[in-house]
């Protein structure tokens, strides 16, 4: 049986380093403050919200929220990022996505200042991940499963690492930045023809499909570490990861390591959503 | 012995594409025009940049050459890029690069318009390459290596590509193009364990190190596609790429592909260059 990389212990180290650094803030009269942006109604991004929004508070990190109708125009989008840019109150935004279709989210995500946007979504952040140009954030969830290799010792340069899916928001951006911690990264998906081939191979798998339980034991092998970004829910409405737990932990062994689903990286990505709006909360008073 | 991938024949196939809209253009009363911005007196600088004079004067294309000294301060060279930034007449821009230290090179880089970026320097044509933004040029070199493989019909959906070298002009950008072209990527580099274990398993191979044939028969397979894109000078003085490449050809075998050097994908970069510069143009004239 593999070992269990839960989230909470990676969490409660982040929040350590991080609350000295929020009182630090306090002191300086800056209460670092996150916006969130939402446009309707969708259960997941409600459920986000309040995960938020409960970390904030127990850690003393504002929240403001700034909630649009699903019918809202681009213009109305643009006037609260706007609104968001100019008030120096506000350190950092987390805007859910997709946006509705009404809407060009690309234009919208780059409209929002780049020393705001600490979940990654504008093309400076995009292009400070893929160049490592310092400029932005990177995506919490990419950086989140960083963290999680670190805080568990699990070391990643010279490693082979598959990347399994490659959406803007964890395949591609967690791939740069293992690369950037010199990995040799294969980044993988939909089309790739022999996708257990590859895993098999690997030190560390990184599961970014959003397919339930769909990589099961076939697809690795003893001391491999299994990061599952996947957040889903099976047939019976339980949550569950992309990697199907059980069966994958076992042929792991006792070298290798797995985080589960619930109680992995989805905590991490929380915290470290707050990092950086402590980071940009940090560099905001500097200036 | 492999088919040898000749540049100059994907070359022509482009201006073939090319010459009928310089025509229009010109018929529009437009010339489509490049800026070269160089700093210093470098060999390498003034060779390309002699060769790209010599394919635009060929073709209609037209050349205005910005030339600073070395010791040149970033705000004369910022003046350069706001200039060239303003002027109508002006399509794209080439700067040669490493700027000298005294220069934030990325600061001036995403100082030029993301329109007028025909090689893909700037932030902008970063995060466009890494998210299909579709902002800015990719850089030519990277898709240089497209264009070879579309012209001489070679597969990329579904394919194991092994790029080597993972720098910002080629290895990150021809991944990233590879990726959106549904091919499984990996990237590999010089903190790779074992490369050779990495490229005598893929379909198509991208070499580019910059380190003279460091790449002999034993890293390769036969029916392999390989791309050097390696400009390099033997003990001897002599031009070549990363690969040994007579050693690879014949280990390639007649199901397997080759670039040269030189006479490879040298001069479809410059074509590649060319051809931005007029696309650049097209837009302008549609603004």
């Known amino acids: 049986m ?5 989230g909470k212990e990676v969490s409660s180290a982040l929040w350590e380093r991080l609350l000295p650094r929020i009182d630090r803030l306090r002191a300086h009269g800056v209460a670092p403050t996150l916006a969130i942006v939402r446009v309707g109604e969708r259960p997941d ?4 919200e309040r995960t938020c929004a409960r970390q904030a508070d127990l850690h003393g990190i504002a929240v403001r929220r700034f909630v649009l109708p699903t019918e ?10 706007d609104a968001v840019n100019a008030d120096p109150r506000i350190h950092g935004c987390l805007m859910f996505r997709p946006l509705p279709p009404q809407m060009d989210e690309r234009a919208v ?33 990419a950086q989140a499963c960083l963290e999680t290799l670190d805080f568990y010792d699990i070391p990643v340069a010279g490693k082979r690492v ?15 930045m293992l690369l950037a911690r010199h990995a040799t990264v294969t980044l993988a998906h939909s089309r790739t023809a022999d996708v257990a081939a590859h895993t098999r191979e ?45 069966a994958v932990a076992s042929v792991l062994g006792e070298d290798g390591a ?13 915290s470290v959503t707050m990092a950086h709006v402590v980071r940009a909360a940090e560099v905001a008073l500097r200036r």
Do not use: H, W
Request: some cysteine.
């Open 72 to 81: 809202a125009t681009q213009a109305e989008l643009e006037a609260v990022i």
């Open 45 to 48: 991004d409600l459920s986000y």
């Open 109 to 141: 995500c780059d409209r929002l200042s780049p020393a705001k946007d600490i979940d990654g979504i504008g093309s400076a952040s995009l292009a400070g991940v893929f160049a490592d140009t310092g400029e932005g954030f990177p995506p919490a969830t």
């Open 162 to 176: 598959v990347v399994l899916g490659r959406s803007l928001v964890i395949g591609r951006p967690v791939a740069m």
């Open 2 to 6: 593999a070992r269990i990389l839960y």
């Open 258 to 270: 797995i985080t589960p689903v619930p109680r992995g990286l989805g905590g991490v990505t929380t």
């Open 202 to 246: 690997a030190d560390i798998v990184v599961c970014a499909t959003g397919r339930a339980r769909a990589y099961g034991a076939e697809y690795f092998s003893p001391g491999q570490t299994v990061l599952d970004v996947g957040i889903n829910f099976d047939e019976a409405g339980n949550l569950c990861g992309d990697v199907d737990f059980n």
